[in-house]
């Protein structure tokens, strides 16, 4: 077969090899043939790095030398300037949505300086998935006509507790909305038998309140339909997109969370085009991308000003990682489930300071995991700060593809491929291991069950500590953990009417309990395990307090698909967890508020109510205003938690309840065992894979339904909420200007250590009295129409608005949590954005000023879009989040670092000053500049620019005014050395 284009002109063309096989048409770039024994050392992701410059390599932006660079990465790392082309990009609609329509806004930028706005596509292939949609606003079947407050028992149609309701033959289900009218069917489980693979083909969903069959829960139609209402311009924006774009793949809503069908549908470990085999490799705008290097590919998360250079046709230029070797040794504990391995992993790793490193997992303890423990291990890299968590390819990762459907034919290829070019590891074979930066050793043995809480997930508690810890953090100072309850308030109880009985809370009080997407869903032991305890606290008897918020939001229906033809289903629904649709929802803010009596209760005994949740992000408030103390657990110990109605609870020495029998009933008597889980496991996980491609290709009528322009133009409509041309390139010239020195500038916030991307720009609910509010009630919209932040990200005057008003943000100025500033010139207490609305009308620069660990956090485009679009010239910081500081520099900010040992305290700076930043023409990486104040203070900071690439950015004005201008240059027949960032 006749090589593509790709090929023609690149230097190493003498590397191409074809593969020995039943396909001898299959080539690809053979990296042992350089005949050089540093490959065989290099660490396995680093080849897949070295690999991709190699086939890339076309003298342009691609180097021979950055290959060589790669290939030396022994003595290069953390040294040399690499570039990666990556094999595809990922979207989610919340970071997607604003990257489409920048570039969307780019088409009008180029058409109005006579560029033809149809070249403004991707040139990488993407894959977009709307998952951060879903509301809440239905956690019980819908024929109750009112969303659920939570709890194993509703309003409306009351749910039998006992184990295994007897059913009559012929009965029919026709009686309540949404039920079918098929006979009823026994649970798989009732009777102790696992399905057979004809059962599994053919088991229907069950009515979660009559254990009957139907075609969807109604509990998730009703939130399909309301997720549509509510965003239907944001969907019909991304139809456009779809049908507008080359190189577009929009997936619909209620297939299931971007990370989850990345694993499920779209990777392919290797890839075939141009007739050239390669590894497989992404970067995506979602933090959790890292999740698909538990199945040996590469990939990581990007911004979504990043992910549109490269969907333009550049790589990701970084900086030549170290990579961290992580040997795994010992037996796994039988009661530890992969979430505590994670979490014992992910502390590990933070202490041993890993931040902005690649980590590669070997040793024997490796192939202990299954896939599925691998990439849930790997999803919660950006919690430990590296880059990515890999986990090179072996015999595990074939059994993971051949249980997914993957054709025989495919899984040879890929071996074959993958032993050529020697990214095929094994366990066993210690010869094998590649030289690593430095080698953590790991003992899993070691590793017992803990929650992560009561405010960051960083915090980890062992369970048989938890009761303890939670009491002690009632008596800190208010910070991190504590919440300085006062002695004789820590006993409080506080009595409250719920559909007509009385129930008591008191500090500790679980209130939320919820099993969602993210983290888990990709891990079917724990799902399961979460189903196999609540069959068997349902069978003793046990029920959840009918006022908890309880929620089941599986990362795709290929979850709840496991969890039905195992049996599992029926039973967590009748503790409350019933299936509310596809998508991230509490994780990211998306709780329907709490019942009004709870809320009071809560409220009248000043308690800290605590949330359970088996995701990865628990800062406080960010599940629920009212809720001050969220723990992350794995999914069984969420339905745990929520039996007990308490975490203050030692599950060794108290009961989960009693039933109605008077029998206390202990959580080692329904904790189901490893070798139960695994049974269920192996039985259903061929047939979930068939499930999530059936879903994919069946579509969703709502979707389908959605009317689009089919105008080469975005028709952007002035009166809309949710969609909206951002301003970046309003002043777009030809030539960049260069960047000039900060003069006279004021400080806009004045903020302690850990400031987070929440804290920046939320994504939860749109509080009334925020900024957002008054320009939304301005365009009429009622509060029930305000949706969350998220959901309108593709709004810049909603999301500038948006900009530091989170509740919990904590202003020097100010001394109050709040969203609120000091405007200095006339002393006035302004709601931030009301306050940067003054400074630029007055022509004044802002800085901000911030202790350590600016921006940490998930990946949120916004958190440097609003501080940009307000005016905000530079961040002075202790230290920063290296993703965040990205974020900043792809904005044209300057991210600023005080020197060691100095601060704004060792400084005595009040804030109140005006600061002047002498910026330099010929400015270097990691440069350090000086800082004048009007007091006559002077101090030097460190420009965080970490290379030319960085460099560049910030002279464009920022990464989307870089490719523009690129494109402009290209495009008027310029020569253009622009192209290329080291001869900027």
Known sequence: MALASPVKGNPFSHLIDTLQGENNDSQYFNPLKLNDPRYEELPLSIRVLLEAAIRKCDGFYIKEEDVLNILDWKHQQNVAEVPFAPARVLFQDF????????????????????????????????????????????????????????????????VDSSPARPVQQGLQCGRQRGCSRGSCSDSPLSSGKLPSVQQIENTPLLCPFHLQPVSEPETTLKNQEMELIRNKERLQFLKWCSNTFSNVNVIPPDVGTAHQVNLEYTSQVVQERHGLLFPDSVVGTDSHTTMINGLGILGWGVGGIESEAVMLGQPVTFTLPKVVGCKLVGTINTLATSIDIVLGITKHLRQAGISGKFVEFFGPGVCQLSASDRTTIANMCPEYNATVSFFPVDEVTLKHFKHTNFPEEKLRLMKSYLQAVKLFKSAEDQSEDPQYSEVIDINLGSIIPHVSGPKRPQDRVAVACVKEDFHTCLKEKVGFRGFHIPQEKQEKLVPFLHAGTEYKLAHGSVVIAAVISCTNNCNPSVMLAAGLLAKKAVEAGLT?????????????????????????????????????????????????????????????????????????RNFEGRLCDGVRANYLASPPLVVAYAIAGTISIDFEKEPLGVNSEGKEVFLADVWPSRVEVQHIEETVISSMFTDVRTRMEKGNKLWDGIEFSDSDHFPWDLKSTYIHCPPFFNKLTREPSPPQSIENAHAL?????????????????????????????????????????????????????????????????????????????????????????????????????????????????????????????????????????????????APLQFVKGESADTLELSGKERFTISIPKDLSPLQELSVKTSTGKSFRVTALFENEMDLVFYRHGGMLKYVTHNMLLTNCGAESAERRPSAV
Request: hydrophobic share 35%.
């Open 95 to 158: 970071t997607g949505i604003p990257a489409m329509v920048d570039l969307a806004a780019m088409r009008d930028a180029v058409a109005k300086l006579g560029v033809n706005p149809n070249l403004v596509n991707p040139k990488c292939p993407i894959d977009l998935l709307i998952d951060h949609a879903l509301p809440v606003d239905f956690s019980k079947c819908a024929i109750q006509n009112a969303p659920n407050p939570g709890g194993g028992k509703g309003h409306g149609v009351p």
């Open 544 to 616: 959840v307090k009918p006022y908890i918020r309880t929620s089941l939001a599986p990362g795709t229906g290929t979850v709840t698909h496991y969890l039905n033809i195992s049996g599992v289903l029926p039973y967590l629904s009748q503790l409350g967890f019933e299936v509310i649709g596809y998508g991230c929802a509490t994780c990211v803010g998306n709780t329907a508020p709490l019942p009004d009596t709870v809320t009071d209760a809560i409220n009248k005994g000043d308690l800290v109510a605590c949330g359970v949740l088996s995701g990865n």
């Open 749 to 893: 916030l004045f903020l302690r250590d850990k400031v987070t991307t929440d804290h920046i720009s939320p994504a939860g609910s749109i509080g009334r009295v925020s900024a957002a509010a008054k320009y939304l009630q301005s365009k009429r919209l009622t509060p029930r129409e305000f949706n969350s932040y998220g959901a309108r990200r593709g709004n810049d005057a909603v999301m500038t608005r948006g900009t530091f008003a989170s509740m919990k943000l904590q202003n020097r100025f100010i001394g109050k949590p709040g969203p609120k500033t000091l405007h200095i010139p006339t002393g006035q207490t302004l709601d931030v954005f009301e306050a940067s609305e003054r400074y630029q009308r007055d022509g004044v620069p802002l800085i901000i000023l911030a202790g350590k660990d600016y921006g940490s956090g998930s990946s949120r485009d916004w958190a440097a879009k609003g501080p940009y679009l307000m005016g905000v010239r530079a961040v002075i910081a202790e230290s920063f989040e290296k993703m965040h500081k990205n974020h900043l520099v792809g904005m044209g900010i």
